[in-house]
């Protein structure tokens, strides 16, 4: 057993305009921390439109596709944009995620991680937001329940940003359990513990600005890895956000590097327990590119050791 990687040249194709917070060189830091870790590294493919339709109508996909600039930049809203190559990027982002769970749920690695770009946790069905175009970790959800035959699928998403999309995307299906712990309050001002889905299958955990290590261990010990292994899922996705970190400048939580360690572990022991190791992982979110690069190399070095 080994740890996937999985990536695209294409994903670096997404291009955002000056200054903005989602750029290209965040996807290279995290190839070029994750160089030395020994993964098998594979090429995303593009996302077929009927596993994007799990979460997004056809219309929204050929709207994204009309929106597509021939060059330059065309403004979504406030945050998102796109370039001539960002519908292939997030086709491939989605790929990658499809692809992790193939190759984890038919057993040739034990997990896996999509390091790719556009993000995807803000988007919403027909809503493009947050930097996001297609809901990356749903829809690789829902082709696990519908496609590989699971019956319960568990994501936890530790942004510092409410995966609102995410929630939006599986509140309605019984056989997904989200669990997201953002701060409060931020952007997108969603996420509310009172939020507990349809299904009683959403857990949202609010951490007030400057949280830090101790209390975002406390709320994951009392409250998310109980209520993961009471759900039992059989396959694990992680929104891997690593805004959280104290260096991020778009939050105020002041995790740790070493904090995305520990929380991988723990998600790993919680997986080996209920689906044999199974994780897959996508990059979300962090901003500062040091501690983005030096948070995924932990969490990506800790899924390498767990996949051994």
């Given amino acids: 057993m080994?740890?996937?990687?999985?990536t695209?040249?294409?994903?670096?194709?997404?291009?955002?305009?000056?200054g903005h917070p989602e750029q290209v060189a965040r996807l290279q830091v995290v190839l070029d921390a994750l160089s030395d870790i020994p993964l098998e590294r594979l090429s995303a493919p593009m996302a077929a439109d009927d596993d994007l339709k799990r979460c997004h109508p056809q219309s929204y996909i050929d709207r994204l596709r009309a929106a597509l600039p021939s060059s330059g930049s065309r403004q979504l809203d406030a945050?998102?944009?796109?370039?001539?190559?960002?519908?292939?990027?997030?086709?491939?982002?989605?790929g990658a995620v499809l692809l992790a769970v193939d190759k984890v749920?038919?057993?040739?690695?034990?997990?896996?991680?999509a390091a790719i770009r556009p993000p995807g946790h803000h988007a919403e069905q027909e809503i493009p937001m947050g930097f996001c175009l297609f809901g990356n970790v749903a829809i690789a959800a829902k082709y696990a329940l519908d496609h590989h035959g699971l019956r319960r699928v568990a994501i936890v998403d530790f942004d510092v940003h409410h995966g609102?999309?995410?929630?939006?995307?599986?509140?309605?299906?019984?056989?997904?359990?989200?669990?997201?712990?953002?701060?409060?309050p931020l952007w997108p001002g969603t996420g509310d513990p009172v939020?507990?889905?349809e299904f009683d299958n959403v857990l949202n955990i609010a951490l007030p600005p400057a949280s830090g290590s101790d209390v975002f261990h406390k709320v994951y010990e009392e409250q998310v890895f109980p209520r993961l292994m009471a759900f039992?899922?059989?396959?694990?996705?992680?929104?891997?956000?690593?805004?959280?970190?104290?260096?991020?400048?778009?939050?105020?939580?002041?995790?740790?590097?070493?904090?995305?360690?520990?929380?991988?572990?723990?998600?790993?022991?919680?997986?080996?327990?209920?689906?044999?190791?199974r994780v897959v992982s996508a990059l979300e979110g962090g901003y500062n590119l040091d501690a983005l690069a030096a948070s995924a190399a932990a969490h990506v070095s800790v899924l390498e050791e767990r996949g051994r």
């Fill in 79 to 94: 945050d998102t944009h796109m370039s001539p190559g960002s519908l292939e990027a997030a086709y491939r982002a989605a």
């Fill in 105 to 113: 749920l038919n057993g040739d690695v034990k997990n896996a991680f």
């Fill in 195 to 197: 939020d507990t889905g």
């Fill in 232 to 277: 039992a899922p059989e396959l694990l996705i992680i929104s891997a956000g690593f805004d959280a970190h104290r260096d991020d400048p778009l939050a105020q939580l002041e995790f740790e590097t070493e904090d995305f360690a520990w929380v991988t572990h723990r998600l790993c022991d919680i997986a080996e327990a209920s689906c044999n190791g």
């Fill in 164 to 184: 609102n999309g995410t929630q939006a995307l599986c509140e309605d299906d019984p056989r997904i359990l989200t669990i997201t712990s953002q701060q409060m």
């Fill in 8 to 18: 695209h040249p294409a994903c670096l194709n997404h291009v955002t305009p000056d």
């Fill in 2 to 6: 080994t740890t996937a990687m999985i």
